[in-house]
């Protein structure tokens, strides 16, 4: 059996490690932080990353529990900028 060490218990590594294993991968990962942290930042996923993870069968899953962005807002010495997203 083939075997992989993933270096990063993120976003990007767990879906790795998701899809190694329905590969019959097996799959051993390794993260700086031990078990879950709930303290990390928000998390954009752009298009090509949430058809990955709809292949993986997360798709509806991230659906339900993000949401769409309609605007960006960048804050600065120079003031307010404000970014309609379509």
């Known amino acids: 059996m083939k075997r992989l060490l993933i270096v990063g218990a993120g976003i990007a590594g767990t879906s790795l490690a998701h ?3 329905r590969e019959c991968i097996e799959v051993e990962i390794v993260d700086q932080i031990e ?3 709930p303290r ?3 998390i954009v ?3 090509n990353g949430m058809r990955v993870l709809a292949e993986l069968g997360f798709g509806d899953a991230v659906v339900d ?3 769409i962005l309609t605007t960006i807002v960048n804050h600065s010495a120079a003031g307010v ?3 309609p997203l379509r």
């Open 81 to 83: 900028l404000r970014i």
């Open 40 to 42: 990390g930042a928000g």
């Open 35 to 37: 078990g879950r942290d």
């Open 19 to 21: 899809a190694l294993m």
């Open 65 to 67: 529990a993000g949401t």
């Open 45 to 47: 996923l752009h298009p």
